[in-house]
């Protein structure tokens, strides 16, 4: 019965063209979330074969057990000193980070206030902590401290610093105001951020310091797993009872040691940095240029509204053929009707070939 009403669900979404397949790509990579290109870097890449040589592939048991190793040592004292805080600890995605984070933080009688266009992983460890739940308009600072004065439980504001599938920026610096005023926890999502915006790309963190700052490291520096960064006794809290640290194999040596070699190279302002910067603008200077309507992202992520599934995976495909691998953003991971292109920029892309994506989205005349 539960399969079968999987199956029901499938057969709907594929009715809505709405159903995802998985399966192996190739072409100009405008899709995926490496903004500077750190994957491909042999800095890391030498750092990884190296630990891979002295400690193996896998993280072999949960931190608490054995798996926590002198790289991941290593990789949460960088964290804490490049981004400014006591303390920091590597969780082995960014999934588990948020959910271990909120749901270790907020139990029943708490509340959770979420920005509207929150990733899942806020979402999912907010209803997972049982605590009061609500969400507040996109980016709007008057409706959060408007929610934030209504009551005086204890409360933890959670919000992204460059949203995913937008690519806009928060109000960081009111929203931080707000919690201050009312006494309020803030959590800063910094997936898409860090590498992106802020002074030499150093995120969220060279605007305001958030009580709880989230780092994921298989975007702009190029590995994978997470960082949170807070106080001692944050860390140790949720070293001790977060149950997504806990009860996990922690991440592979490797990965630790390729993330700070990623960090090492943030923090002397590698000219990736810059390039992708220069790249965001030469991208929209030439998407105006040719008559494509954007939207106001200034970060890495440029989406390009089409407002149907149809005719965007249409659009997607056409792209493919010519050897472009574009994000196709289909409802319901956004809301009907606002179905984009989601447009990854990279240091790693070159002027001409973002001269000729822009060259082909016209082309394809389904904008």
Do not use: W
Not at 98 to 119: F, Q
Request: charged share 20%; hydrophobic share 45%.
């Amino acid at each position: 019965m539960l399969i079968d009403r999987l199956t029901a669900r499938l057969k709907l979404a594929e009715q809505e063209n709405a159903k995802r397949q998985i399966r192996v790509r190739h072409g100009v990579d405008f899709a995926s979330n490496d903004y500077l290109g750190f994957s491909q870097r042999e800095e890391l890449k030498r750092a990884a074969k190296a630990t891979i040589d002295s400690h193996g592939v896998g993280g072999r048991a949960s931190h608490l057990v054995m798996g926590h190793t002198q790289h991941h040592e290593l990789l949460s004292q960088q964290a804490a000193e490049l981004f400014g805080y006591e303390a920091a600890m590597v969780f082995s995605s960014g999934y588990a980070a948020n959910l271990g984070i909120i749901a270790t933080l907020l139990t029943k009688g708490d509340r959770v206030l979420h920005d509207r266009l929150n990733h899942a992983s806020l979402l999912d460890g907010g209803a997972l902590s049982g605590a009061n739940f609500r969400r507040f308009r996109h980016n709007d600072v008057a409706q959060l401290r408007d929610f934030l004065s209504r009551s005086n439980e204890p409360t933890l504001v959670a919000i992204e610093s460059v949203y995913s599938m937008d690519g806009d920026v928060a109000d960081l610096v009111e929203i931080q105001a707000a919690c201050q005023e009312f006494g309020a926890t803030l959590l800063v999502d910094d997936a898409h951020g860090v590498g992106v915006i802020g002074h030499h790309g150093r995120g969220a963190s060279t605007a305001i310091k958030p009580d709880i700052l989230m780092v994921a490291c298989g975007k702009a520096l190029g590995s994978y797993g997470a960082l949170v960064c807070g106080s001692k006794e944050l860390i140790a809290g949720l070293s001790n009872f977060s149950r997504t640290y806990v009860y996990t194999t922690a991440l592979p040596p490797a990965q630790a040691a390729a993330s700070s070699a990623a960090l090492a190279l943030l923090q002397a302002n590698d000219s990736a940095i810059a390039t992708l910067q220069s790249n965001i603008a030469h991208f929209r200077y030439c998407a105006e240029d040719s008559g494509l309507l954007l939207s106001a992202s200034h970060s890495a992520i440029q989406p390009i509204h089409v407002g149907d599934n149809t005719r965007l995976m249409n659009l997607a495909e056409h792209l493919e053929a010519k050897g472009f691998l574009v994000g196709a953003i289909r409802a319901p991971t956004v809301a009907k009707g606002s179905e984009r292109l989601r447009i990854s920029l990279s240091a790693a892309h070159t002027p001409a070939q973002i001269e000729q994506l822009i060259s082909e989205v016209r082309r394809s005349d389904l904008i």
